[in-house]
């Protein structure tokens, strides 16, 4: 049987998809996983580690909070919302959120996991091969999200002594008496480093150096009118401006996504007093901020590392152990590979129009749509869960052909005109400084 669409990978991206799908025509659909359980970043999953967003930014909230999918209804159907309540949690725990995730993920009928999706061919509709069977469709949604970035310096070296942060847990490297190095200032490398002193004190490691290209371990900006960049009105006015006003707008507000909660922050400084002040047998940790890893060479068992804190400014570390923080990067995934020529890609993520579907040389009725894969064109919002109901339901309202949802809400503060101005004003003066006037609220 044909389907109206193929969704590969049921991670928190399609499973908002899914959900919406299920709740609002019940068919015509399919997401496969290759999980059979719902799991969420398993190999960094640390059992304290709290959200960096609201709780009510979850599948479906943000667009249908009457929604059976939500994770209010979660708690309620577990019987555990009066002591979520009092808990008082600053934020949700991830591992709470994943089992919420997990549930959503075998409630829904149209999710199937134990499938990999090999390969999808196009020959006038998809053809979505997995181990199982050959499925068709008329449209195809990709949300598997992004794969670890592992930076060329350290690229030949990866092992059980060096690896990326998101197999920590799978790796479990033995760090009794070992220098460790942690490669990355984000909340990543805040989370590795506070999971490597949060162990018995039998179990610490001689020392832990922390390398950030940044010039401190600065918090993320979770501001009121920041986060007036994550409501889809600021997300459409992102599409409409200009390449070179996207770049600038995220590198002035990279703290917005990319900075470490204060708690995280806070628990670091805690740890650094303690074992500073307090601990007899104490861990060395050593910060370096403002420094690059220029060079990585093997050493024995562990690794050389060069870092260059200014132009001149060279300090050589070694580490038994070395553990990458380096975030997440976009690659055209394996399965396309049959199709990638065909599909048009800027910079080094796939081109899509508003509603997230790929521009390629195929039918304008069959499409390819990608989930949490379009930094550069989809803005801050993007990898985050802020929009991620609201970019499901403009995928849906595409797959049935019909025009975008209009807000309930009012117009946020700081956007207070449409983006058809937003367009006009662009084309008509390309070299006003369009982010400086969206934050100071005025119109464009």
Not at 133 to 142: S, Y
Not at 222 to 249: G, H, I, K
Not at 333 to 361: C, Q
Request: hydrophobic share 40%; with cysteine.
């Amino acid at each position: 049987m044909e389907l109206s669409c193929i969704g590969v990978g049921a991670g928190p991206s399609n499973l908002s998809l899914a959900c919406q799908i299920h709740e609002e025509i019940g068919h015509g659909a399919l997401f496969l996983d290759r999980q059979v359980d719902f799991h969420w970043h398993p190999g960094s999953a640390f059992d304290s580690t709290e959200l960096q967003v609201s709780h009510f930014k979850d599948l479906i909230t943000l667009v249908n909070p009457r929604s059976a999918y939500t994770f209010v209804n979660y708690l309620h159907e577990n019987g555990r919302l009066y002591h979520f309540l009092n808990a008082q949690f600053e934020a949700a725990l991830r591992a709470e959120f994943e089992q919420y995730l997990n549930w959503a993920f075998h409630r829904n009928p149209l999710v199937r996991g134990g499938e990999t999706v090999r390969e999808i061919r196009f020959d006038g509709e998809f053809r979505v091969r997995t181990d199982n069977a050959v499925r068709g469709a008329r449209n195809v949604v990709v949300g598997i999200g992004r794969q670890p970035q592992i930076p060329s310096q350290f690229q030949g070296w990866t092992g059980p002594n060096l690896f990326h942060s998101s197999e920590i847990l799978h790796i479990h490297p033995e760090v009794h008496k070992k220098h460790v190095c942690v490669v990355g200032g984000g909340q990543s490398g805040a989370e590795v480093l506070l999971h490597l002193v949060g162990r018995p004190n039998e179990q610490w490691p001689a020392s832990i150096t922390w390398v950030s290209q940044s010039e401190s371990y600065l918090a993320i900006d979770n501001s009121p009118f920041t986060n007036e960049l994550f409501t889809p009105c600021l997300s459409d006015r992102f599409v409409a401006m200009s390449e070179s006003q996207r770049r600038l707008l995220l590198r002035r507000f990279m703290l917005a996504s990319e900075g470490i909660s204060e708690n995280a922050l806070r628990a670091v400084y805690q740890a650094l007093y303690r074992h500073a002040f307090l601990e007899p047998n104490r861990c060395e940790i050593t910060l370096q901020p403002g420094c690059t890893v220029s060079h990585c060479i093997n050493v024995g068992a562990g690794h050389r590392l060069t870092l260059q804190h200014e132009v001149e400014e060279v300090e050589e570390v070694t580490a038994d152990i070395v553990i990458l923080a380096t975030g997440y990067e976009n690659a055209v995934p394996g399965f396309l590979e049959p199709i990638a020529h065909r599909l048009e890609t800027i910079d080094n993520e796939l081109a899509i129009r508003e509603d997230f579907s790929v521009f390629w040389d195929g039918p304008r009725d069959r499409r390819i749509f990608v989930h949490n894969a379009n930094v550069g064109q989809g803005g801050l919002a993007d990898p985050n869960l802020t929009l991620l109901a609201w970019r499901a339901r403009r995928i849906f309202d595409s797959l049935m052909e019909s025009a975008p949802r209009v807000n309930p809400e009012p117009p946020d503060f700081i956007c207070p005109t449409s983006v058809e101005s937003c367009s006009d004003a662009v084309a008509e003066d390309g070299q006003r400084d369009m982010t400086r006037r969206l934050l100071l609220g005025g119109g464009i």
